[in-house]
């Protein structure tokens, strides 16, 4: 099988194509350098035309970043996934997409399951919805899967912080499970081998780590790192940025194991893993380039 995989300077892009290279698969990478200038007409020169399958391994995962450049936000969350998920149909192609948790409010009491309908309140949320929506309509033949909070976000985050201040306030109301990009590019491998065999799952999928943990436990296992200042101190108290967090972004993740036999690891058992890569987040090397 033929698989074309999408991806940006982030560290997904790396780790997965390096993981799914190991396996009998044809790859081929793609990065887009700009997402906000892809000419989205040009998206048929890109695309070999014996793909069997397209990965979107442009992972957003920050609701921040996606509030303070909302028109780039919504080229990369929703216009391009559009366009490919377009293009897919017209030539029989798959397409695995990433969202996330932030689809949801958060104002569930239990965790959310793939069946339930998304009520975001953040750009990132709004443009992932969007997208999930649009792929289900126009796609037959998808993958969606949403995941839960990027480990290596909140790990870059604790590392800024505690660089500018000696006190960081973390609520112990949100609540979610942290994904380390290893673990996110086994399952999305484990998902793409068995389409490779023919299994045709198609349809809206969830992962994440399995331990749940609140903002403010996870700043405390970080700190356990003893990569941070020592004399760091992590208040229970709900900081600014939490504003564009739902307070539960816990997931199931029952089907995705039941249908793919892909089971929750534990995130904590990658937390030296996931910090050697925030730390050497390299530029990648493609092989093509998908610019404006």
């Known amino acids: 099988m033929n698989v074309l995989v999408l991806h940006d300077y982030g560290p997904l892009g790396d780790v997965l194509l390096d993981r799914l290279k190991q396996t009998s698969l044809n790859i081929s990478p793609l990065l887009i350098s700009e997402p906000e200038n ?101 796609l037959p033949r998808h993958l969606i899967l949403r995941t839960g909070w990027s480990l290596g976000r909140f790990i870059r985050k604790m590392r800024e912080l505690g660089q500018e201040q000696s006190t ?3 609520s112990s109301r949100h609540r979610g499970q942290p994904v380390a990009v290893h673990d996110l590019a086994r399952v ?14 198609w349809g809206t999928y969830q992962y994440a780590g399995a331990e749940e943990i609140s903002h403010y436990d996870l700043g405390l296992a970080l700190l356990k790192l003893a990569k941070l200042p020592q004399d760091l101190r992590v208040l229970d108290e ?13 997931l199931g993740c029952t089907k995705i194991r039941n249908t793919f036999g892909i089971k929750q690891l534990p995130w904590r058992t990658m937390l030296d893993e996931e910090w050697a890569i925030t730390d050497g987040e390299k530029r990648a090397s493609p092989r093509n380039e998908f610019i404006s």
């Open 38 to 138: 892809v000419d989205l007409s040009a998206l048929a020169e890109w695309v070999p035309e014996d793909t069997d399958l397209i990965v979107n391994a442009l992972w957003l995962a920050d609701p921040e970043a996606a509030e303070n450049d909302p028109e780039t936000t919504r080229q990369a969350a929703f216009s391009i996934p559009l366009a490919l998920a377009e293009h897919a149909r017209q030539h029989d192609m798959v397409l695995v997409q990433l969202t996330t948790a932030y689809v949801f409010d958060g104002r569930k009491q239990s965790a959310y399951i793939t069946s339930n309908p998304g009520q975001p309140f953040s750009q990132l949320g709004t443009w992932q919805w969007e997208c999930e929506q649009a792929v289900r309509t126009l």
């Open 168 to 170: 960081l306030s973390l």
């Open 188 to 201: 999305v491998t484990a998902m793409i081998l068995q389409v490779d065999c023919g299994a045709e799952l």
């Open 238 to 250: 709900v900081p600014d940025w939490a504003a564009l967090e739902p307070e539960n972004a816990i």
